[in-house]
């Protein structure tokens, strides 16, 4: 059963403290997402990258928050250092970019997220 | 933002109705995808529809694109308590970035 595995599932830390969120995706899998979910903002998405490199993290704070992916079954986001406006769900998806496109053409599957609270 | 914008942000219905959902989206598009969120857990895809595509079904899902107004609808038929959910438009912008909606909170009730 072919799913995107995100740990921790739930974290609690204090301010000031780095936090890195983990993901495995779908194996075959060329491209992955991460998003963050509040109430206010909704669905974020932060950054993504197609075959382990990032083609756009413009949508995530630079000065904490960093994404890679040092291997192609593993995705990091880090936040260092973390503050409480971070507290929200991040979640990871991973999808297939055909050979020819910039961009999965088909369904993305996502992880059950990363509840964060940041106290 | 390109942004795609849900429309109710909530809708209750009866077990049995049929349930009709929104989405106005802001530029070209390649598709358009639904998916559904239960809460407490990630987004589940449900459909994908493409930009010369006009209709398309999946089982009690029905889903129209209008291209011309840029706005989308996902028709859920015969509504069962299990529906109960958030349910996102996506849209795929020059083959680059994944935009989500702000969502429609959907509640059947038994």
């Known amino acids: 059963d072919a799913r995107v595995t995100q740990t921790p599932r739930h974290k609690v830390t204090e301010m000031g403290q780095e936090v890195t969120m983990r993901c495995q995706p779908i194996?075959?899998?060329?491209?992955v997402f991460w998003y963050r979910q509040t109430m206010m903002q909704g669905l974020e998405l932060l950054a993504y990258?197609?075959?382990?490199?990032?083609?756009?993290d413009s949508g995530m704070p630079k000065d904490r928050f960093s994404a890679e992916m040092p291997d192609a079954t593993l995705a990091t986001l880090k936040i260092q250092p973390s503050e409480p406006r971070d507290s929200a769900v991040y979640f990871c998806?991973?999808?297939?970019?055909?050979?020819?496109?910039?961009?999965?053409?088909?369904?993305?599957?996502f992880g059950q997220g990363t509840r964060l609270t940041v106290v | 933002s390109q942004q795609g914008e849900e429309d109710p942000q909530a809708l209750s219905i009866q077990e049995g109705e049929n349930a009709t959902m929104n989405c106005s989206y802001k530029?070209?598009?390649?598709?358009l995808q639904w998916y559904r969120q239960n809460s407490g857990r990630g987004l589940v895809h449900l459909i994908l529809?493409?930009?010369?595509?006009r209709e398309k079904h999946s089982g009690r899902l029905r889903v129209t694109l209008d291209t011309s107004k840029k706005s989308s609808s996902l028709l859920i038929t015969a509504s069962r308590a299990a529906d109960t959910a958030s349910y996102f438009c996506?849209?795929?912008?020059?083959?680059?970035?994944?935009?989500f909606g702000t969502g429609t909170s959907l509640t059947v009730i038994p």
């Open positions: 998806a991973s999808g297939l970019t055909p050979d020819g496109l910039e961009f999965p053409n088909t369904e993305a599957f």
């Open positions: 194996l075959g899998h060329n491209t």
């Open positions: 990258f197609r075959n382990r490199a990032p083609l756009d």
């Open positions: 530029t070209s598009i390649n598709n």
């Open positions: 529809i493409r930009s010369n595509e």
């Open positions: 996506a849209t795929g912008f020059r083959g680059h970035q994944f935009y």
